[in-house]
């Protein structure tokens, strides 16, 4: 049991980096990003092809990695900035066009680079090593990282909405665009700022996902799938919702895993529809104010 519990969280760990960046963006811009799953495995191949050039070892990880995250924030400015600005208002249909578009463009695209073939960063047996804990249980030093980077990250989502300027531009855009702008906030400066911050939460959770197993061009559907049941879980906009919604994600799948090998991801699928039925808010939903 204690096994069972630890794993859901290594697993619930991932699902977070992998769901903050669409909480963040759904949170502040009420914007659905179809191609989330898509810029996580873009993120990847960017650290694959960086390391191609540079030479994979540990530090040249490390180093590409941190060189990677203000190219993925200029990146998710610019894209905000200059292209889903223009989609947003009371119709969601153009922001999902146009996301929809941009995932078969980098579907297309990393295949047309790097082939069909699975691609995985080198982490020098990091990915392998694990931990003893009392009862006999192993942690894997990988996972227990991505949890502490999720967690991390969490927090420091939070901090910013609820202790910063920054934040306070972020919730009130979320609450009254209108009135925001009244008082002299720059909306579209602000939902760049948005986008910038959750495509560094991207490039984390890429960069992770490359060193914990292989991503191809193909795997950026099921990534975003994942993400959006943890959001759906949680409730849209909250991150500690977020966090939980993808903690419990991550233990129906590990139960499901355990009764039988090809349950695992119906069993986290069942739990989405649950609460899609009986919760359609999600567990924790963003307050306003």
Do not use: C
Not at 215 to 243: C, Q, R
């Amino acid at each position: 049991m204690l096994d069972l519990f630890v794993q859901a969280a290594m697993l619930g760990g991932l699902y977070t980096l992998f769901a903050l960046g669409q909480s963040l963006m759904f949170g502040v811009m009420r914007l659905t990003n179809t191609a989330h799953g898509d810029f996580i495995v873009l993120a990847a191949f960017g650290a694959v092809a960086g390391l191609m050039l540079v030479g994979a070892s540990g530090a040249a990880t490390v180093g590409v990695a941190l060189a990677l995250l203000p190219v993925a924030f200029v990146f998710g400015w610019g894209l905000q900035r200059f292209v889903l600005n223009g989609t947003l208002g009371r119709d969601p249909l153009p922001s999902l066009v146009v996301t929809f578009g941009l995932a078969i463009v980098i579907q297309n695209l990393l295949l047309q680079l790097f082939s069909a073939d699975p691609r995985s960063i080198e982490t020098g047996g990091f990915n392998t090593r694990s931990l003893a804990l009392p009862g006999g249980v192993a942690v894997g030093a990988l996972p227990l990282l991505v949890l502490g980077v999720a967690l991390a990250a969490t927090a420091a989502l939070q901090w910013l909405f609820s202790a910063t300027a920054l934040g306070r531009s972020f919730r009130a855009v979320s609450d009254d665009r209108e009135v925001a702008e009244l008082m002299g906030v720059h909306a579209g400066k602000v939902y760049a700022l948005a986008t910038g911050i959750a495509f560094v939460l991207v490039a984390i959770a890429g960069v992770l996902q490359a060193m914990r197993t292989t991503v191809s061009p193909s795997d950026g559907p099921l990534l975003l799938l994942f993400a959006f049941e943890a959001v759906i879980i949680g409730g849209m906009g909250s991150f500690w919702g977020t966090l939980a919604g993808a903690m419990l994600l991550g233990l129906a799948q590990q139960v499901g895993f355990r009764l039988d090998p090809g349950w695992g991801i119906w069993a986290g699928h069942l739990v989405f529809l649950a609460v899609l039925v009986f919760r359609p808010q999600g567990l924790f939903p963003k307050t306003r104010g």
